[in-house]
């Protein structure tokens, strides 16, 4: 892998940990503003959950070139005998995974039309 894509990868998980810490202060902030004074920030919960995809997704290639994915860490490094059934349930998980964003896509295209 080059260099360059290299800090590619690392500059879109950066941004990526930068927008979890803003979408911890925009809750916050919906939070207290709710409790407080009965006065939600509109949208909100819309920006959370787009944002979410768009964090997994910038953080998504930087984790797996890595090789820092935590679930094959724990998982798999501890229950060898069950390693079958393992991969084949997360199959399973991203089929779905996969067709929810297919809908999420189509929904967020609806969206913006």
Same mark, same amino acid.
């Given at each position: 892998? +080059?260099?360059? =894509?290299? !800090?590619?990868?690392?500059?879109? !998980? ?7 810490? =803003? ?13 407080? =004074? !009965? ?15 768009? #964090?997994?997704?910038? &953080?998504?290639?930087? +984790?797996?070139?890595?090789? !820092? ?17 393992? #991969? ?10 996969? &067709?929810? &964003? ?8 609806? =969206?913006?039309?």
């Amino acid at each position: 892998m +080059t260099r360059a =894509f290299h !800090n590619l990868l690392a500059g879109c !998980n950066a941004l990526a940990s930068v927008w979890v810490l =803003f979408i911890v202060g925009l809750i916050s902030a919906d939070v207290i503003g709710r409790a407080a =004074f !009965n006065a939600p920030l509109p949208g909100v919960p819309e920006i959370v959950r787009f944002s979410i995809v768009g #964090m997994v997704w910038l &953080q998504m290639a930087y +984790t797996l070139r890595s090789g !820092n994915h935590l679930r094959t860490a724990l998982a798999l490094g501890r229950m060898p005998r069950f390693q079958g059934i393992l #991969m084949f349930r997360r199959s399973l998980l991203l089929r779905h995974s996969l &067709q929810s &964003q297919g809908r999420g896509w189509a929904v967020l295209l609806e =969206f913006i039309a």
